[in-house]
């Protein structure tokens, strides 16, 4: 599975942004997906999940009620509406998929990680 995410760049405090993450394969509809982000120095850091039908999503308390994590199979595609968005949303943000039935927030439990895309959110 290669992951290629888009939609990252500037956007002042309280903004919002949609991040794609575009899956290549044809067994996209079986891998959970996760977002993560991750700011130079520090920790790559637990984001959004969502299970293969989207029957189940997860969010870290720092972007609850904040951001949604979506999920289109027809289109090989997962989502990321950050709305609200903070300074301390900077960061690279990841999609990463699995195959598994690991723990959702923990890095080890994905298989396949994009680029990465860049967020910056002025004040």
């Known amino acids: 599975v290669q992951l290629v995410e888009s939609g990252g760049g500037l956007v002042q405090a309280g903004g919002s942004l949609r991040l794609s993450c575009a899956a290549s394969?044809?067994?996209?509809?079986?891998?959970?997906m996760g977002w993560f982000r991750q700011v130079p120095g520090k920790e790559r850091e637990f984001v959004a999940a969502?299970?293969?039908?989207?029957?189940?999503?997860y969010y870290s308390d720092s972007v609850k009620g904040r951001f949604t994590v979506s999920r289109d199979n027809a289109k090989n595609t997962v989502y990321l509406q950050m709305n609200g968005l903070k300074p301390e949303d900077t960061a690279v943000y990841y999609c990463?998929?699995?195959?598994?039935?690991?723990?959702?927030?923990?890095?080890?439990?994905?298989?396949?990680w994009g680029q990465g895309t860049q967020v910056t959110v002025s004040s």
């Open positions: 394969g044809r067994t996209f509809s079986m891998y959970r």
């Open positions: 990463a998929a699995t195959s598994g039935f690991g723990i959702y927030f923990e890095i080890s439990t994905y298989d396949y």
């Open positions: 969502i299970t293969w039908n989207a029957g189940n999503t």
